[in-house]
Structure formats: structure tokens, C-alpha cells
């Protein structure tokens, strides 16, 4: 005699596979973290110096032509960092200051420092967001969900990907070179501010030096759309315990 099996039977069978494979993937993406924060240069040293500031010099492309500039970039932790620019632009020079330090954000061109908007607060929120992610320090917690996204090639070598997922905020797929687990592409959405647009922004990150102890990055090349939007070579990085508040009040 042959059991009918009831529809809800094979709705049922399908979760608990779907769950189990869902389960395993991100027991890999977990995997895959750690071996990255290890080879950074460990959890324990990574959590002591949360605090990075960064000396770049490089170039902004830009529809109007290229912009070379130098400038800092300080972050501490998810919703704190200050990024100084002084650049020049058909033969104008000019600074450019933005803070973000909680829920309150500035920006300072030459003189002029204004409050930011809503829109451009929540903007800066979230790439001082994707900024800690790409950390890996926060990748531990509870309040994130990881994936695997399988293997890739970037810059023409094997490389694996995992997502990060929490709520409230955009996903972060992080790439990780496959032989050495060294972090070599985030990819993230962000707004444009031309067009008002959400569109794909690319950061990969090459010729690595050990620094007291941490692999940092002294190369970084980001891409909205797969268009080259900045190139810069990091000429130093200083990591801290905590940097003074000051850093982070109004321009």
C-alpha cells in the first residue's frame, strides 16, 4: 500500500534542510572570520588598539577630472570618526573636514562648517558602520549574521566571501584572499551624492605591512559601480588604545 505523504510533510522536510545547510554556511562564514582575525594579527591586539588613525595620500576621481589629495582618517569603534582632506581642484586648494562622533555630525569646507542633514548623517552612520565591520572586531557578537558567498577571484587570485548581516543596517560582503586570510575587498551600498542614488561601492586593499604586530593594508582602491572613485597609498598608521574625545568635537 503506498502513504500519501501530505504537502506540509514535504513543506516541513524542506525547512529543516533548508535550515541545516542555512546553519552550516554560517558555521564556514565563522570559520572564515577567525582565521582572518588571526592572521591580522589576533583578536586579543586587534581589540586593544580599536582606535586607527591613517595618513593617506592619493587621488579622487571625479566627473569634473582628477583630484589629488592628502589627509587623515580617524575612526574608534562604530559611530565615531574624523576625516580631514586638503586637496586641490583646477588649481584651488582646498580643506575639507567632515566629523562623525555619535549622533551628531559636521562638516567643515575651507571656513564654512555646517551641521550635517539628516540624510547626509545617516550616510556618514553608515560608512563609519562599514568601516568597524571591515575591522572584524564586532563579527563575534550576537547582533550579526554571517554567510558564506563562496569563492571569487580579486585582483586574479582566489578568494573567499562572507556576508555580514545586521538589522538596521546594509549588508557587508567581506572577500578574503584564500591562501593568506588576509581581507582584500569590501563591498557595501552606498548613497551617491550626485544622484541621490543607492549604487555598489567596491574598497580592495593590497600590499600589506606588518605594524606592531597587525597586517595593515598600505594600498586601497575604491570603485562606485565599478567606476574608480579614489586611489590612495596609506603612508602611516597609528593604532590606539582611545584617542581623545577632542578629535571628534565640532570643526
Given at each position: 500500500?503506498?502513504?500519501?505523504?501530505?504537502?506540509?510533510?514535504?513543506?516541513?522536510?524542506?525547512?529543516?534542510?533548508?535550515f541545516?545547510?542555512?546553519?552550516?554556511?554560517?558555521?564556514?562564514?565563522?570559520?572564515?572570520?577567525?582565521k582572518a582575525?588571526?592572521?591580522r594579527?589576533?583578536?586579543?591586539?586587534?581589540?586593544?588598539?580599536?582606535?586607527?588613525t591613517?595618513?593617506?595620500?592619493?587621488?579622487?576621481?571625479?566627473?569634473?577630472g582628477?583630484?589629488?589629495?592628502?589627509?587623515?582618517?580617524?575612526?574608534q569603534?562604530a559611530?565615531?570618526?574624523?576625516l580631514?582632506?586638503?586637496?586641490?581642484?583646477?588649481?584651488?586648494?582646498?580643506?575639507?573636514?567632515?566629523?562623525?562622533?555619535?549622533?551628531?555630525?559636521?562638516?567643515?569646507?575651507?571656513?564654512?562648517?555646517?551641521?550635517?542633514?539628516?540624510d547626509?548623517?545617516?550616510?556618514?552612520?553608515?560608512?563609519?558602520?562599514?568601516?568597524?565591520v571591515?575591522?572584524?572586531l564586532?563579527?563575534?557578537?550576537?547582533?550579526?549574521?554571517l554567510?558564506?558567498?563562496?569563492?571569487?577571484?580579486?585582483?586574479d587570485?582566489?578568494?573567499?566571501?562572507?556576508?555580514?548581516?545586521?538589522?538596521g543596517?546594509?549588508?557587508?560582503?567581506?572577500?578574503?584572499?584564500?591562501?593568506?586570510?588576509?581581507?582584500?575587498?569590501?563591498?557595501?551600498?552606498v548613497?551617491?551624492?550626485e544622484?541621490?542614488?543607492?549604487?555598489?561601492q567596491e574598497?580592495?586593499?593590497?600590499?600589506?605591512?606588518?605594524?606592531?604586530?597587525?597586517?595593515?593594508?598600505?594600498?586601497?582602491?575604491?570603485?562606485?559601480?565599478?567606476?574608480?572613485?579614489?586611489?590612495a597609498?596609506?603612508?602611516?598608521?597609528k593604532?590606539?588604545?582611545?584617542?581623545?574625545?577632542?578629535?571628534?568635537?565640532?570643526?
Amino acid at each position: 500500500m503506498q502513504i500519501q505523504r501530505s504537502p506540509l510533510w514535504a513543506l516541513g522536510f524542506a525547512l529543516v534542510a533548508a535550515f541545516g545547510l542555512r546553519a552550516a554556511e554560517q558555521d564556514d562564514a565563522k570559520n572564515i572570520i577567525d582565521k582572518a582575525i588571526k592572521a591580522r594579527g589576533g583578536q586579543e591586539k586587534l581589540r586593544k588598539l580599536k582606535a586607527v588613525t591613517m595618513r593617506l595620500k592619493g587621488t579622487i576621481h571625479s566627473p569634473g577630472g582628477d583630484v589629488p589629495f592628502t589627509g587623515e582618517v580617524v575612526t574608534q569603534g562604530a559611530d565615531q570618526r574624523r576625516l580631514a582632506l586638503d586637496a586641490e581642484t583646477n588649481g584651488t586648494k582646498f580643506t575639507f573636514v567632515q566629523v562623525l562622533n555619535g549622533d551628531k555630525g559636521w562638516q567643515k569646507i575651507n571656513d564654512d562648517t555646517q551641521e550635517l542633514n539628516a540624510d547626509q548623517l545617516a550616510e556618514a552612520k553608515e560608512e563609519a558602520y562599514g568601516s568597524w565591520v571591515a575591522t572584524l572586531l564586532p563579527l563575534d557578537g550576537k547582533d550579526f549574521t554571517l554567510y558564506s558567498l563562496g569563492e571569487v577571484k580579486v585582483e586574479d587570485r582566489p578568494a573567499i566571501g562572507v556576508r555580514a548581516s545586521s538589522k538596521g543596517h546594509r549588508d557587508v560582503n567581506l572577500y578574503f584572499d584564500k591562501e593568506f586570510s588576509q581581507l582584500v575587498k569590501s563591498e557595501t551600498r552606498v548613497k551617491d551624492e550626485e544622484s541621490g542614488m543607492e549604487v555598489n561601492q567596491e574598497s580592495t586593499y593590497s600590499d600589506f605591512k606588518e605594524i606592531d604586530g597587525i597586517k595593515e593594508p598600505s594600498k586601497i582602491v575604491v570603485k562606485k559601480d565599478g567606476k574608480p572613485f579614489v586611489e590612495a597609498t596609506v603612508e602611516q598608521v597609528k593604532r590606539e588604545e582611545k584617542v581623545e574625545d577632542s578629535i571628534f568635537v565640532k570643526p
